[in-house]
């Protein structure tokens, strides 16, 4: 007998629920995919006794370990059936070769944020998002050119250093008479302690020397002060951040809830033009709570080369899994924008990786609908000439939707931006020496910004 695997179990547990019930029963019931993969199915309808015990036993010998073992089966009166169908985490999933519309609420110890759709855009001021797959793309860098620019032209930016693992910004930003004395680590320990105080956020920014020409930069390090006084605690305060804070009221908040909350106490347009936030490279929980939890434009770097193609194509697949089947592409997809770092000067030789882009968008799902198949229009025999023109038929029933993806970016490779060190080098962040290697992500941060 063929071992069933993870990706097997619950492609083949609807196949098991359609043959024994109905596609009805299939598309309005429910399955629980528990903290460690096994699978339960919750109908939308009372189920008999002679049925549940027929079922489940099919169920075990179908699914193997992947059979819940407490109940793998169970009726809309059993108890716990109600709480599960109406689970707002759950999602719509189209599985297995004959393509079975499912509705899974799926229980994680990690990686929960993951099941966050991402949020509406946030208000002003507008964020940014700098993300990636991998380390060593460019994004920190690039996230530092796109304040200093910004505040260059008289722009007050908060920047937001979430890569407690990998902390760069403070280094790139701070000195140490300016860095403050907590980071954003310490703000997520002390939240699940208590609520943080104005006094708390005020010692949690600290103003950056390389702002110009009226401008202003703020920064929320990732590490602040205590923690470089304190450096063998640092591990110990990480174990505490990712989890999750118990209120007392009985309510949860999950690391996404407590970074927007974060965010969004310095999200005052009175204060701020602009936020700038950089996420930990990979699929990591910090990077869930930037790329779906803070409503901002979400800018996807990575290199020409297999293993950022690979690694987009995990999270795009994911992300659509918040598209409705069948229905229109969601208004977040726009504010995804693939930026290639080191990109070779001649447009080119660009372009593969920009059609590779699209590609990974078309191949997850991620693209508006059209409107009407081209088939459907019919065109007479004669000449074209002689189309008759209805003025009663709106454009939309006959042209399909163009795809609104936005195109890719790109940011050159320059050597001068290698070792990168403002602080010592402030020629780096003369306009002159940055627009050419940094002008296409500029141009589209300035036109976000000019329209926000």
Not at 138 to 153: N, P
Not at 249 to 274: C, S, W
Request: aromatic share 8%; with cysteine; proline share 7%.
């Amino acid at each position: 007998m063929k071992s069933v695997r993870f990706d097997d179990s619950l492609p083949l547990m609807a196949e098991v629920i359609r043959s024994e019930l109905s596609d009805e029963a299939l598309t309005a019931g429910t399955f629980l995919r528990d903290a460690v993969g096994c699978l339960a199915f919750f109908a939308a309808v009372p189920l008999e006794d002679l049925i549940v015990a027929r079922l489940s036993l099919k169920l075990r010998e179908a699914l193997g370990a992947y059979a819940r073992p407490d109940r793998v089966v169970a009726g809309s009166k059993d108890y716990g059936s109600e709480s599960v169908r109406e689970d707002p985490s759950a999602l719509t999933l189209i599985v297995g070769n004959d393509k079975l519309r499912v509705r899974l609420v799926d229980r994680r110890l990690v990686g929960a944020d993951w099941l966050h759709s991402p949020s509406a855009p946030a208000l002003p001021p507008p964020r940014f998002v700098f993300a990636s797959i991998k380390g060593g793309v460019g994004r920190s860098t690039s996230l530092a050119v796109v304040a200093a620019h910004l505040a260059s032209r008289g722009k007050r930016i908060l920047v937001v250093d979430l890569d407690m693992e990998a902390p760069g910004l403070g280094a790139i930003f701070l000195t140490p008479e300016t860095l403050p004395e907590f980071g954003i680590i310490d703000a997520l320990v002390e939240n699940g302690l208590s609520q943080l105080d104005e006094r708390f956020y005020a010692d949690l920014v600290g103003p950056s020397e390389l702002a110009s020409k009226g401008g202003r930069i703020d920064v929320i390090p990732a590490l602040g002060q205590r923690s470089l006084n304190n450096p063998a605690d640092v591990l110990a305060k990480i174990a505490r951040a990712y989890a999750e804070d118990v209120r007392p009221d009985g309510t949860v908040q999950t690391l996404l809830d407590q970074v927007r909350a974060i965010i969004d106490h310095f999200a005052d347009p009175t204060r701020y033009d602009g936020i700038l936030v950089d996420a930990r490279a990979g699929l990591h929980e910090t990077t869930a709570s930037a790329v779906l939890g803070l409503g901002a434009e979400v800018l996807l770097f990575g290199l020409d080369e297999p293993q950022t193609f690979q690694g987009y194509s995990l999270l795009l697949a994911h992300l659509a899994r918040f598209v409705p089947p069948g229905g229109p592409c969601p208004e977040w997809v726009e504010r995804l924008t693939m930026v290639q770092g080191k990109a070779p000067a001649d447009a080119e030789e660009r372009s593969g990786f920009a059609q590779r882009c699209r590609d990974l968008f078309v191949t997850a799902g991620l693209r508006p609908s059209p409107a009407v198949e081209i088939g459907e229009v019919e065109l007479p025999a004669g000449p074209f000439n002689d189309v008759p023109w209805d003025d009663d038929v709106p454009d939309e029933d006959v042209l399909p939707v163009e795809w609104s993806l936005r195109e890719p970016l790109a940011v050159l490779y320059d050597t001068q931006f290698q070792r990168f060190d403002p602080l010592r080098r402030r020629d780096i962040l003369s306009d002159s020496v940055y627009q050419t290697t940094f002008g296409d992500l500029l141009n589209r941060v300035d036109e976000i910004l000019k329209f926000a």
